[in-house]
């Protein structure tokens, strides 16, 4: 809070002038102050969850409603950004008990780092998105076909603070807070890359039931 609320005053008195200025150049400047303001008060809402790293509130939940709604969240970006989708998603897949907002969080990550490989590689893309069963569990698989991750970082995407892009463009917390929230819920993720070709994101997550408390 004591980083928060000085960052809510700036960014809404910033607002507040960019409504009033009438000259362009101070208004790019403005703009510039309120980016920046808001990507220091978005580190610290990510450093707040990945520090709770809070025990989900679980219920019954369909996957693939869950990844098509973060899809859908996407859908205006994906299409501007020149990338083609492709679902593969499994028939009468069965419910788990999980936190539909924490998989949602966990999959729009996801799809917006595929994203962003893409882009930065060849300005478009093809992101596959496949659920499918198996004994006991759910497989999740989000793939791209941008640039691959280098042997010696695969190891280290899920280490917090740890980011291949440039200074100013990512935390390093995303992919530490997702695999948090997996494991949270008795899932795992994983990686798969191939430098040239692309890179998939794995998640299972066990088929839990409902059960009644006494």
Known sequence: HEL???????????????????????????T?????????????RNLLTFARQEKPERKPT???????KAL??????????????????????PETMADPH??????????????????????KGLLRLTTRSDVGKILILVSDDGPG???ENVRRIFEPFFTTKPVGKG???GLSICQGIIVEHGGRIDVESTIGRGTTMM????????????
């Open 4 to 30: 928060n609320n000085p960052l809510t005053i700036v960014i809404g008195n910033i607002q507040l002038m960019m409504l009033r200025e009438l000259n362009e150049k101070n208004v790019q400047s403005l």
């Open 32 to 44: 510039r102050i309120k980016d920046g303001a808001e990507r220091a008060s978005k580190i610290v």
């Open 62 to 68: 369909d996957i693939n409603a869950v990844l098509k």
């Open 72 to 93: 859908e969240l996407r859908a205006y970006e994906l299409k501007v950004s020149n990338i083609e989708v492709s679902t593969q998603f499994a028939t009468n897949l």
């Open 102 to 123: 924490q998989l949602q969080q966990v999959f729009l990550n996801l799809i917006v780092n595929a994203e962003q490989a893409m882009i930065d590689a060849h300005g």
């Open 149 to 151: 991750i280098h042997h």
């Open 171 to 173: 935390t390093g917390l």
């Open 203 to 214: 998640i299972e997550m066990p088929i839990l039931r409902w059960v009644p408390q006494p």
